[in-house]
């Protein structure tokens, strides 16, 4: 059979990341341009200004695929583009450079969820075997997807209001640590310990078992600097981030094993950007060993379009392919 080339565009919110894969799992390049410098001043992701950096840097970033992944543009076979979820504008971009390209060069579009993609970027790590469970955790994004079979994704649990990785980030403010928090945070946990006892939320028996929420949490933390600033003392930031972090992962680790009674699975995926979270990974891996917990390495973990073009894989065996008419969908659901 003749070798398959998808060149694999992302640039959902502030990573343009365009990356070349060769059949079903030789992921031959993978660009990611990050502006989070850009961003870092503002305390969070600008739409407008994302959109002017992808618009800057995505020509670079497909002729940088295309070369380091040593093949030429008549070698490829399809282009795979995120259509949403994620910020209109930065899309848009996506959208249209997929789109032009594909045109100039006659070749077939595959549209791809963001969060498919996450959920994919395992992929790089072994085949994935069905039925799988998949825990996503994102900045955008925290929910308990079910997939009994490729390309059927039903999320059987989600946050009510904040995701995992904006708690991070909101607490990370808090802490007048840089965004994104989550990296921090995490390192910081590992010198502290968990004293301040944070409330664990969705936890109660009558609650919706594979629910979450984590504003609560995240104006815990809040009453409690403001509540230390009053007294005139100072709080102790590992054992803050540890605190935080503890309350965090009890309720992840708790819902996933949940998740996993209720519907039984050959492997459980575990990806998104708060999927770096090494506390994560050291509790799954010591509290989840009766089936495969697949994880992404830590590059595949954050946006990056590597896992676009192994989520395509599954839409271009199932001739699921979008014409030019192809727009962006920033609330896209599975
Ligand atoms: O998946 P991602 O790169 O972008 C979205 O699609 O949202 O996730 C970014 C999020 C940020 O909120 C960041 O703070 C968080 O992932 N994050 C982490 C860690 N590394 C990144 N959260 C906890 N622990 C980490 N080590
Ligand atoms: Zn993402």
Known sequence: MKDRYILAFETSC???SVAVLKNDDMLLSN??????????RFGGVVPEVASRHHVEVITACINDAIESAGITVSDLTAVAVTEGPGLVGALLVGVAAAKAFAWAHDLPIIPVNHMAGHLWAARQVRELEFPLLAL???GGH???VYMAEKGDYKIIGETRDDAVGEAYDKVGRIMNLTYPAGKEIDALAHAGKDVFNLPRAMMKHDDPAL???FSGLKSAVINLAHNADQKGETLDKSN??????????????????TALATFPVKMLVVAGGVAANQGL???????????????PPLRLCGDNAGMIAYASVCEYNR???AGLDLNAKPSLAF
């Open 14 to 16: 502030d990573e343009t």
């Open 31 to 40: 660009i990611i341009a990050s502006q989070i410098e850009s961003h870092k």
């Open 136 to 138: 996503l955790v994102s």
């Open 142 to 144: 925290t929910e308990l």
């Open 211 to 213: 629910e979450f929420s």
């Open 240 to 257: 803050l981030a540890a605190s935080f972090q503890a309350a965090v992962l009890d309720v992840l680790i708790a819902k996933t094993k």
């Open 281 to 295: 990974r050291e509790r799954l891996a010591a509290e989840i060993t009766d089936i495969p917990v697949v994880i």
């Open 319 to 321: 001739d699921n392919f």
